[in-house]
């Protein structure tokens, strides 16, 4: 699409952030009161970091939020953009399965029969999956691309459920995804009073969604009093996934930006699946192997003697891992990926940069072993 002339007012963003900020504390408090009388609450299992019953679904208030603003956001202004119903649609079957798993598990294989289903209509209807580029090497196969596209989306979708283990992690996580995509917008210079559809539509996303995340943090950081649910951690797996590769797509980053951007979540879930294939292991199966779980744990044990009751070790536990995965993302991980947009030529390897270190660290860890 060309450029459309829209002057962007501060005052529309500021009502936008501050409005969804409100909504999304309204929304969650109610989803904590409803999941208490319908007990619909997160048990302990093998999987879980915490030791009581905690309401759980949380992330059905900023799924609501983000697709119903961008419904009347793509009719009241003009950023319609090409065929974004199909993104807030599928986007809304995910997160919809994830909300009735919550309530009734539902068996894997029909949440990765929607999540293929959505994936798939994404790819097809919404945006193409980016050229990937190794050095002089470039892969351009339109068949290879969509398939490989659909099973990227697929495992970000899930592989965020796998990480929203502990409290406040998977949700500073996407505030973080969110404000890279954010700065990408800046980093590329267009005039912000002249902006193409497609622009208007990824920034007002991320504006929405980001302060919605900042609403549902406030019940979310440790010591949790609510969590995400698979609602929760399934649409922001597949819906920051596909405006990643929509962005990809329109060449405002490359795709070894988008990975770098992933990278700590994208590294240590997928160290951890292969180190349980190769050992032989129902890789499937709820367990607390990853490599944030195993520093959880081992960080829980270390403090166990200072706290009298061991969720309060498990509290601070937690914060602490939140602050270092953040710190990990800012001092290394948000560098890196700005190099990756300068130098495109050399994306591949700027991004096995990155993904070394926190390779090492989950073997270091022993993540995937039970």
Sequence with gaps: MGNISYKMHYQHFLILITVTFFLSILFTKFTIFFAERRNIKSIANQRSSHFIPVANGGGLGFLIITLISLIILTNTIDMSTKNSNYLIFTSMVIGLVGFAD?????????????????????IIFFTQFPNINFLDFSIQNKPFLFVFGIVFLVWLTNLYNFMDGIDGLATLEGIFILLCYLFIIFYNGNNMLLITHEK?????SILILISALFGFLVFNFPNSSIFMGDVGSSFLGFFLG????????NDWINFWTLAIIWSIFLVDATVTLLVRILRGEVWYDAHRSHAYQKITQSYVKKISEKYNEESHSRTKAHRSVCLLYSLVNLAWVFPLSILSMNYPSIGFLIAFLCFMPIV???????AGKS
């Design 200 to 204: 208007l539509f990824f920034f007002n």
């Design 102 to 122: 919550d309530i009734n598990d539902i068996p894997a294989l029909q949440r990765f029969i929607v999540q293929l289903l959505a994936s798939v209509i994404v």
């Design 242 to 249: 596909s405006i990643g590769i929509y962005a990809a797509s």
């Design 360 to 366: 090492i660290v989950c073997f270091y860890v022993e």
